[in-house]
């Protein structure tokens, strides 16, 4: 069985040190372990961002898409081949930038993938403009009297997008990033994981201390039940965004294939493709 | 008796006039006519005007016609709009519920029958189609017996009372005719044909046939006209073979979605018009700098922006090969009729494969929605080849990464898919080196930039075109998709030495093939559906005999009929 060292590759990332997606290539890498994946049964999409660059670091299948494309794609892959685990990754700009209506249908459409968002509310690869997760107020090259936009939640629009199961936590956090991620590639369907992924080198309000102070886990809210929508709805609005943990899951919704009629009975890259005679002469009937 | 006719029928947009060209076409087709068919419509649901023009032969016919011999009218906004391409012996059969009346200098002759008053009398006024179906095979000599074998295969799932009340209907109709023909004077006995076995079909189900033969089970697509059918056929036809479609929230997500299934191991591909393509762009060019397997159909409508919508137009040729930024290569294909789109769709899926890259099949309006006979397919014609793909396990030996980006001779390297032990690589839209590892460096860039420019440098189908005359000629015609069924039909009316090319592979444009045909022509002219003379630029740029090259261009959203070619080849010659 491979260990998280299997998915260690030669590459030396090129990002700033401290930055916070390290971390979350190693809590990637851990949960993969931990949950007996092989290296060549991961397949990792990644978008384009500092975020984006994830794909390379880490030994497994991966493909480095276009900025805000890391869903689409992805959701190809599992519909290729549900044998594959399928995690797509990439930064708030790329997710809810570029790639918001793909984010949106993705939760709704609930295709068994697994969506890691590396937020650092800043676009760090285009080296400090402003992105969809900056509060307001917040001071960029592109904001220099401050945003005068209010901030997407991300886990807001995931629950109000039809999610099927709702995580966030902190990159500092590998041990509790590592558990979520491991269950939300286990959740059978769409499983969103917001991550704060602090960017040292450009936004220096939203630091580990800032996070440190902020967050609120839930378990340390009475009584919480993820499986009701409307008060985890509610306590996500109580706490304007900052809970962490595993928020929701669904556990009745059924994932996208599961739905279709025999969709999974065989892999479509183990298919035979051509049409038996009997077959192509049915359908063509039609035409007559 | 005559060997061809072209009958066209119209009314109101969502008045059933579909339907009743498709009752009438699809009998005619059992019988063993030659069809081919234009639709006129707009973007409206319900309301405006709409026809259905088919032309029905004993021999072979690939274009529509010139003029029009029966007009079936459910308004008077049919007459008024198309009775001027009537011939001078033709016939309007019209409802006499709207007290119809010819405009001036119509010579055809106007014939009242209460289209609407006989399908009331036999239960529903919905059937006024039935009897007009009725009333022009009479018209035409046809034998009523087979339109009744039609009606009960159409409707005896409803039960057996609407077959019988529609087949009154259709018989009512007939009679109608029948009793009124001493005062009909034109001639519109068709010649009698033998029954043959054959397909009557709009290009976009060829081309969706076709993607389900190549072994497509997956599919994204997002809708647009006339591009729809497609992705429609697909939805109606994958759940046989335990297959879906997406339909995504947009074009990009289309494409990158068929992307990520190709790049796993599965055929899947999407169809889009000219907005879509624009939208798909980027995407292509990810395809093409990742050697990753792609078919994209694009079938044209008028551009620019919305443009024309329903009509016909072949602007896109431009956008197709040069749309992306940097330079990739790909290969961009256009069936020559229904019966090429077929095959061609199986081919472009076998291209995607072996070349890794992006293969564009290109359809016009005209060609994806007007339908047409053409021989039954064949099976064993269709041959699926996956290329260098890997599907099992590959020593591994170093631990390393697999050399997916490795320099070959012919460019094309081999491609693990996901899953495959000892295959993993990166794939990345970055430049990259031979593992797939982002590599900016100039002795890498031009090494990967050489590898994938050069597996289509020298690429040629075996048949870049159809061609059909001499090397040496008077005059050299080239045309694509529905243009050419116009083109033939003008150059078989001329007695000289005329060649023509209908091209099927555009891109890389296939000059070496070309080359004898254009030195050998006295002069060449491009005849094509947009403004500029797109193909007759791109032939331009590759070629270098530019006095003797014209072009003859049209852009008002309607087909080519024969006789403007005609009398175009008639100015130059
Ligand atoms: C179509 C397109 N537009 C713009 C860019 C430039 N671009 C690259 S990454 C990026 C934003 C990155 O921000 P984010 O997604 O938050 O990732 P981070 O770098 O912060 O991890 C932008 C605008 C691009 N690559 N492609
Ligand atoms: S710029 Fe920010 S996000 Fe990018 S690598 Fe550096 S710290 Fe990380
Ligand atoms: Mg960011």
């Known amino acids: 069985m491979a260990t998280f060292k299997d998915f260690r590759n030669h590459v030396k990332p090129n990002w700033c040190p401290g930055c916070g997606h390290f971390s979350i290539q190693a809590a990637i890498q851990r949960a ?17 961002g500092c975020s984006g660059r994830v794909s390379g670091y880490i030994k497994s299948y991966g493909f480095h898409a276009t900025h805000g494309r890391s869903l689409p794609l992805a959701q190809g892959v599992k519909m290729a081949n549900d044998d594959l685990t399928v995690v797509a990754s990439g930064g708030d700009g790329d997710g809810f930038a570029i790639g918001m209506g793909h984010t949106v249908h993705a939760l709704k459409r609930n295709i068994d993938i697994t969506y890691i968002v590396m937020d650092n509310q800043i676009y760090g690869l285009t080296k400090g403009q402003t992105s969809p997760s900056s509060s307001t107020g917040f001071v960029t090259k592109s904001t220099p009297d401050g945003s005068i936009e209010a901030p997407i939640v991300p886990i807001k629009t995931a629950m109000a997008s039809g999610a099927t199961f709702v995580a966030q936590s902190v990159s500092s956090d590998i041990k509790g990033l590592t558990k979520i991620i491991e269950e939300a590639m286990n959740h059978k369907g769409f499983s969103f994981v917001a991550v704060f992924s602090p960017c040292v080198t450009y936004n220096k309000v939203n630091t580990y201390d800032w ?8 378990d340390t809210i009475e009584d919480y039940d993820e499986t009701d929508s409307n008060a985890v709805t509610r306590h996500i609005n109580e706490h304007e965004g900052m809970l962490t943990g595993i928020l929701y899951r669904d556990t009745e919704r059924k994932s996208y294939s599961e739905y279709i009629d025999g969709y999974l009975d065989e892999t479509l890259v183990e298919r035979e493709l051509k049409l038996e005679q009997d077959q192509f002469d049915d359908i063509m009937a039609a035409f007559k | 008796m005559i060997s061809q006719l072209s009958w066209k029928v119209g009314g109101q947009q969502g008045e059933g006039i579909d339907s009743t060209g498709e009752i009438f076409s699809t009998t005619l087709n059992r019988m ?16 405006g005007h709409t026809n259905n ?15 029009i011999n029966i007009l079936v009218a459910f308004d008077q906004e049919t007459i008024d709009v198309n009775a001027h391409e009537l011939v001078s012996d033709g016939v309007i059969l019209a409802d006499a519920k709207f007290k119809p009346t010819k405009p001036e200098g119509i010579e055809a002759a106007l014939i009242q029958v209460p289209f609407t008053e006989i399908a009331q009398e036999h239960g529903s006024k919905l059937m006024k189609n039935m009897v007009a179906v009725g009333a022009s095979a009479r018209l035409m000599h046809l034998h009523s017996q087979d339109f009744e074998d039609m009606i009960y295969k159409m409707f005896i799932r409803k039960g057996q009372e609407i077959v019988d009340s529609n087949i009154q209907a259709l018989l009512a109709g007939y009679e109608y005719i029948q ?7 034109g001639d519109f006995e068709l010649e009698k044909v033998e029954k043959r076995d054959q397909l009557y079909l709009i290009g976009n189900d060829a081309i969706a046939f076709g993607a389900l033969n190549a072994g497509v089970r997956f599919m994204a697509a997002y809708p647009i006209t006339p591009a729809s059918d497609i992705m429609e056929y697909m939805i109606q036809h994958l759940p046989s073979v335990k297959g879906t479609v997406i339909q995504t929230e947009d074009e990009i997500a289309a494409v990158t979605m068929a992307i990520g299934s190709n790049y796993a191991g599965a055929r899947s591909f999407t169809s889009s018009s000219g907005p879509g393509l624009s939208l798909m762009m980027e995407s292509i060019g990810l395809s093409g700098m990742t050697e990753t397997p792609l078919v994209i159909v694009d079938a044209m409508r008028g551009g620019p922006s919305t443009g024309l919508p329903t009509k016909q137009e072949q602007s896109d040729l431009m956008q197709m090969i040069y749309g992306t930024h940097g330079d990739i290569p790909k290969i961009i294909l256009s069936p020559t009729d229904v019966e090429d789109a077929f095959y061609l769709t199986t081919k472009a899926f076998n291209l995607a494969d072996k070349y890794q890259l992006p293969v564009i099949v290109l359809s016009d309006l005209q060609m994806s929605l007007g339908k047409q006979t053409t021989p039954v397919y064949d099976l064993s014609k269709v041959t699926i080849d996956r290329g260098k793909m890997i599907t099992d396990q590959i020593a591994d030996e170093n631990g390393d990464y697999y050399e997916r980006y490795e320099i070959t001779e012919d460019g094309i390297s081999s491609r693990p898919i996901p899953g495959v032990k000892g295959g993993i690589h990166h794939v990345t839209g970055v430049e990259h080196n031979s593992i797939g590892t982002p590599n900016e460096g100039s002795v890498n860039r031009k090494a990967q930039m050489d590898k994938r420019m050069l597996k289509v440098k020298d690429f040629s189908l075996d048949k870049p075109f159809k061609v059909n005359g001499e090397k040496e000629s008077e005059l050299l015609i080239i045309s694509f998709l529905s243009v050419n069924g116009a083109v033939d039909e003008a150059v078989e009316r001329i007695d000289n030495n005329i060649t023509v090319i209908h091209m099927r592979q555009l891109f890389p444009v296939p000059i070496e093939a070309l080359r004898p045909y254009l030195d050998g022509a006295k002069k060449i002219s491009v005849i094509e559906q947009n403004y500029t003379g797109q193909l007759f630029n791109i032939i331009k740029m590759n070629y270098g005999g530019h006095d003797k090259m014209d072009t003859f261009v049209k852009y008002d959203g309607t087909p080519f009929k024969p006789v403007e070619i005609e009398d175009y080849i008639n100015d130059i010659l």
């Open chain 1, 32 to 48: 993969a372990a931990n949950n007996g994946i092989e290296p060549e049964e991961l397949a990792l999409i990644s978008g384009i």
């Open chain 1, 211 to 218: 996070f440190k102070e902020h967050i609120v886990p839930i």
């Open chain 2, 32 to 47: 063993g006519y030659h069809l081919y068919s234009y639709r006129h419509f707009s973007s409206r649901i319900k309301g």
């Open chain 2, 53 to 67: 023009n088919i032309r029905i032969s004993s021999k072979e016919v690939r274009s529509i016609s010139d003029h």
């Open chain 2, 179 to 185: 009793n009124k023909s001493e005062f009909i004077e």
